[in-house]
């Protein structure tokens, strides 16, 4: 009987635990370091007023999530909110999110605003859950299993795990030999090195070197989906002031110290050239002249504001989005040296290609690095949710606007007998069945619905061009702060939010960029009970990922030795 008590009162034991402990612990890391080091690096949206220039500033502060509690439970003894009740009333375990939203009109005063920024789903058994650290007498007075381990999500009453995937090895440069690479551009070969590079808050951009038929290197990269290539010269040129001859003895290597050079040497001395002479012939010489290359070619990719040099815009592209593990240009400029020496050795035959497949070249996918990814650019979106939406006017003075006419009106025209003069030349095109024209009364009529095509076209038009003369009104001050608040108050926080709990109850991935990961599917499964066995499995296994399935490949893939 004593041993029975004894039992009962004992936690779960350390090697249950111990199966789950990767998903568990990456989602701490995520609750108490990932959601801080996130708001810290996160880039501040800056933009202009259209007329006055003034620049507005918008960032977020102070990101907290607290534990599941029950909504309206003023009366309620017990708020706290457990897994077992989200499994029985089909709702997600989930706890709230607010921060602290700022925004500065020029060099003026910060303006604060609290805001409530949706849910978020908690792990079962993580630092933000009920369960943590209760033995099985209270994980049955709960509701739960005496053996349960967490380690999953609760979705809509269904419990779902996040499934681990496997990523190329961060910070690690690999050659490889793709054929779809020859589809880049005429020019493109098979060859190519690639990096992912990794921030602090887990999110991940990955560059790739190509090599080019004719011996040059461009580096690639994603931004929003769209790839852009830039030469490795003028990258090497713009990290540092260097000259010619030391980025040539770089990329070389021990070539010009009175030894022979070998062939691979040899190899890549011409192709250094080559290479160098790319950035002579645009008439690129100076670290700054690169930079001012790269901005003006880049502000409005990177949406700039135009208070910002080009010189400015080309130092924030290779800090945001070239080499973003490396703080340092000099470490940016050594990075992309090693790159091209290893490319050039593959392309001269001196080095193999990297296998994928090896566990070397492998870095694994865990939850709450998933998380961090997702949550960031959640909050991007909410960043740039308050620039995309201006609040409306009062409806005093949208009537007011409408009064006005939606076009310029330069000079008045002649105009049929029995009608007023028309506002402006052509207006005639506007004519609209039943309604004669220009505006009778002083108000222009309200626009019907057309089945029309051609007619729906034009109606939409008209409506936008109101529309924009609107919002381009005096009444409308983006340079107010009442105007700044009211424009935060119309962005719905919480349905951005949603988005991330339907990756977790879809395994399904909604995101702008991509989160530099190969797949938009299959993030997350339902962890089914079938055996003991095949529950756990859910947590151990590792997937290659749905990428690889479609993949047109007939290589064999070998179990390699480090792989016993």
Known sequence: MSASANWYNENV?????????????????????????????????EFNHPETDTTVTFWIENVSISKPMKENAANVSETRLFPTECREAGKTYAGKITGTVCSQIGDGEVERHERRMGEIPIMVGSSHCHLRNLNRKGLIRRGEEASEIGGYFVSNGIERVVRLLILPKRHYCQAVRRTANTKRGPSYSQLA??????????S???????????GRANLAFSLRKREYFIPAALLLKAFVESSD?????????????????????????????????????RGLHTRMQCLAYLGAHFRDVLDSPSYKTDVAVGEQLLREYIFVHLDKARDKFNALIHMLRKLYSLAAGEACEDNPDSLMHQDILLPG?????????????????????????????????????????????????????LPYPGATLLRLPGNPLPYPGGRPPRLPHSTNPRASR????????????????????ITDPAMVKKTM???????????LKYTLNTGNLISSSGLDLNQVSGFTIVADKLNFVRYISHFRSVHRGAFFTTLRTTTVRKLLPESW
């Open 458 to 477: 034009l109606l939409r038009r008209i409506k936008e061009t109101l529309k924009m003369n609107i919002r381009m009104d005096n009444k409308f001050d």
């Open 13 to 45: 034991p350390d090697e249950l635990k111990d199966l789950v402990r990767p998903h568990i612990d990456s989602f701490d890391y995520f609750l108490n370091e990932g959601v801080k080091t996130i708001v810290e690096d996160l880039p501040p949206l």
């Open 245 to 281: 001859k030391e980025i040539f003895e770089r990329v070389v290597g021990s070539a010009g110290d009175g030894k022979p050079p070998t062939a691979g040497e040899a190899f890549a001395s011409e192709r250094a050239q080559l290479m160098l002479g790319d950035t002579t012939c």
């Open 193 to 202: 090195a690639f990096m992912r590079c990794t921030r602090r808050d887990q």
């Open 489 to 499: 108050d119309r962005v719905k926080m919480e349905d951005i939010m949603d988005k």
């Open 369 to 421: 690095h998933l998380m961090c990814l997702a949550f960031r650019e959640r909050l991007l979106d909410d960043l740039l949710a308050c620039r995309e939406n201006p609040p409306s006017l009062p409806e005093d003075d949208l009537l007011a606007c409408r009064e006005k006419p939606p076009f310029p009106t330069p000079r008045t025209t002649s105009s049929p007998a029995g009608r007023a003069p």
């Open 204 to 214: 991940s951009i990955t560059v790739r070197l190509h090599y080019l038929t004719d």
